[in-house]
């Protein structure tokens, strides 16, 4: 029997997809859990509507997506911290510290989308990664100053 995927369905297809199954998984699973509808020539032709909107709107999130990354890859930051004898920082600066600071100059992001390789312990100059989706990251440059 040949159906329309309405979502996407592990080991089977995506969204879209027109595909050939059992005629019992259609009528036992997919059609009653709305994953899919039956390929008639109508249905085919909203599926096909349907997928050239979803493919239409993730390229604009995309878009948008790749956008902020270059906005993000201008961005330098500045972080004072309060040092001791041969300064030696109090503490470290994690990407909970970044996350404040790029939330200060506007940037809304969640704090586990940014990553360091290891805590910053010392004054220096460093770099941070900012994965804004699942394919598209952005390096942020970071200022360890004296406070």
Do not use: C, W
Request: overall charge positive; glycine content about 6%.
């Amino acid at each position: 029997m040949k159906v329309i995927l309405l979502n996407d369905v592990e080991n089977l297809g995506l969204a879209g997809d027109v595909i050939t199954v059992k005629p019992g998984h259609a009528r036992n699973r997919l059609i009653p859990q709305g994953l899919a509808l039956r390929a008639s020539t109508k249905n085919v032709a909203v599926a096909s509507e349907r997928k050239k909107v979803a493919d239409t709107k993730l390229e604009r999130e995309n878009s948008a997506l790749q956008n902020l990354a270059k906005k993000l890859s201008k961005v330098e930051i500045t972080i004072e911290v309060n040092v001791g004898e041969e300064e030696k920082m109090f503490g470290s600066i994690t990407n909970i510290d970044i996350h404040k600071e790029l939330a200060a100059k506007g940037f809304d992001l969640d704090k586990n989308q940014i990553t360091i390789k290891d805590p910053i312990k010392a004054l220096g100059i460093y770099h941070a990664t900012v994965e804004v989706a699942k394919n598209i990251k952005s390096d942020i440059k970071l200022y360890v100053i004296k406070g």
